[in-house]
């Protein structure tokens, strides 16, 4: 498959960009096509390094990127993706577009800050085309872990949307990631109890002297 991550160049998208890339053409992309370029090199030479295959890393804008993939991954906070999306909209067709976005806040302690319909992935839905298929997945995933390729990340992933067909791609893309337990949580609407759960994770963490923690169900 053909896989653009729209903010590659940051945290998270690092870690998608070196799992998939052993199967997957991955595009890197960012609102500025030389940090992109430079992502995408450093990504390959990460995995030349270590002697691990790899289909193809790419640099570019995040308009060239999304045209012509199947899967978008919205690696981007959430205080910039409705305007990013907004414009990036006529790019847009029938993609499966996935959010792990967390709307949230730090006060004292981090808070979920969903928007007026409930959640970032309703929201994100309601500004994509009608063709497009939104899928809500690895909110609860380190992004330090799941750069670390070599670690097993013992999480479940818990996938939420409305397209059944375009949630069994993101199914199989979780299972490609070492030890990640796909689940399915139903549809979009159901998307903002993941979500929320990212603070309340931070939280934990932070009272308890932890790191990294992520969700498995037992
Ligand atoms: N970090 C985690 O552990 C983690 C875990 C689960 C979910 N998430 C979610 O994943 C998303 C990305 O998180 P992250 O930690 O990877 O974020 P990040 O490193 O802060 O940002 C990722 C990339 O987004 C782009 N970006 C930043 N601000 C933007 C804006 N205003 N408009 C458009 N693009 C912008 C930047 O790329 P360019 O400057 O190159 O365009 C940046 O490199 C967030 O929605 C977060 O809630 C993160």
Same mark, same amino acid.
């Given at each position: 498959?053909?896989?653009?991550?729209?903010?590659?160049?940051?945290?998270?998208?690092?870690?998608?960009?070196?799992?998939?890339?052993?199967?997957?053409?991955?595009?890197?992309?960012?609102?500025?096509?030389?940090?992109?370029?430079?992502?995408?090199?450093?990504?390959?030479?990460?995995?030349?390094?270590?002697?691990?295959?790899?289909?193809?890393?790419?640099?570019?804008?995040?308009?060239?990127?999304?045209?012509?993939?199947?899967?978008?991954?919205? /690696?981007?906070?959430?205080?910039?993706?409705?305007?990013?999306?907004?414009?990036?909209?006529?790019?847009?067709?029938?993609?499966?577009?996935?959010?792990?976005?967390?709307?949230?806040?730090?006060?004292?302690?981090?808070?979920?800050?969903?928007?007026?319909?409930? /959640?970032?992935?309703?929201?994100?839905?309601?500004?994509?085309?009608?063709?497009?298929?939104?899928?809500?997945?690895?909110?609860?995933?380190?992004?330090?872990?799941?750069?670390?390729?070599?670690?097993?990340?013992?999480?479940?992933?818990?996938?939420?949307?409305?397209?059944?067909?375009?949630?069994?791609?993101?199914?199989?893309?979780?299972?490609?990631?070492?030890?990640?337990?796909?689940?399915?949580?139903?549809?979009?609407?159901?998307?903002?109890?993941?979500?929320?759960?990212?603070?309340?994770?931070?939280?934990?963490?932070?009272?308890?002297?932890? /790191?990294?923690?992520?969700?498995?169900?037992?």
């Amino acid at each position: 498959m053909k896989i653009a991550i729209l903010g590659g160049t940051g945290s998270i998208g690092e870690g998608f960009a070196l799992r998939w890339a052993e199967k997957h053409d991955i595009s890197i992309c960012s609102r500025e096509v030389d940090r992109a370029v430079s992502a995408a090199d450093e990504y390959t030479e990460t995995l030349s390094n270590k002697g691990m295959v790899c289909c193809g890393i790419t640099g570019c804008t995040n308009e060239v990127g999304i045209r012509d993939v199947d899967v978008v991954v919205l /690696s981007v906070p959430y205080q910039g993706v409705i305007s990013l999306l907004k414009n990036l909209r006529p790019c847009f067709k029938d993609q499966i577009v996935i959010s792990l976005v967390v709307p949230m806040k730090k006060n004292t302690w981090f808070e979920y800050t969903p928007p007026k319909q409930g /959640s970032a992935a309703l929201e994100i839905r309601d500004v994509l085309p009608k063709g497009v298929k939104v899928v809500s997945a690895y909110h609860n995933v380190s992004a330090k872990k799941l750069a670390n390729i070599e670690l097993a990340l013992d999480y479940d992933v818990v996938v939420c949307g409305d397209d059944e067909s375009a949630k069994k791609t993101v199914v199989e893309l979780t299972r490609e990631i070492k030890n990640l337990r796909p689940l399915d949580g139903g549809g979009l609407a159901s998307s903002y109890m993941i979500e929320s759960l990212t603070p309340f994770l931070i939280n934990l963490a932070i009272r308890n002297g932890l /790191s990294d923690l992520g969700v498995k169900f037992i």
